[in-house]
């Protein structure tokens, strides 16, 4: 179980790590779009401008995408949490009726 946690979290903090990285490409093309901008007029900047906008939007969706992650993890480490605790009662009510069987119909 523990191993699969370590995993886990690993795995999560890979895909933290490369949304960022998609992030700083994110914010490269952004800059590099905003440069080509300066040296295109007329109907290619109109163009260049909505390839911008497009780009401010990826970068608001990128920072949904890191807020859901760490939403993500916390549930995650909830879900983990309840299922140790439903194995653990599982485990107590099977010892308690398997004491409750041993003394009420193998030690007659």
């Given at each position: 179980?523990?191993?699969?946690?370590?995993?886990?979290?690993?795995?999560?903090?890979?895909?933290?790590?490369l949304?960022?990285?998609?992030?700083?490409?994110?914010?490269?093309?952004?800059?590099?779009?905003?440069?080509?901008?300066?040296?295109?007029?007329?109907?290619?900047h109109?163009?260049?401008?909505?390839?911008?906008?497009?780009?401010?939007?990826v970068?608001?969706?990128?920072?949904?995408?890191?807020?859901?992650?760490?939403?993500?993890?916390?549930?995650?480490?909830?879900?983990?949490?309840?299922?140790?605790?439903?194995?653990?009662?599982?485990?107590?009510?099977?010892?308690?009726?398997?004491?409750?069987?041993?003394?009420?119909?193998?030690?007659?």
């Amino acid at each position: 179980m523990l191993f699969d946690l370590q995993a886990e979290q690993h795995m999560l903090a890979e895909r933290k790590a490369l949304l960022k990285e998609l992030e700083e490409k994110n914010n490269k093309i952004n800059q590099i779009m905003n440069e080509m901008g300066q040296m295109v007029g007329g109907e290619q900047h109109d163009m260049v401008n909505a390839i911008d906008d497009n780009l401010r939007n990826v970068k608001h969706n990128m920072s949904d995408v890191n807020e859901e992650m760490a939403e993500a993890i916390t549930y995650q480490k909830k879900s983990k949490k309840k299922y140790i605790c439903v194995i653990a009662t599982l485990v107590v009510v099977l010892l308690i009726a398997g004491g409750l069987v041993y003394f009420l119909v193998i030690d007659k």
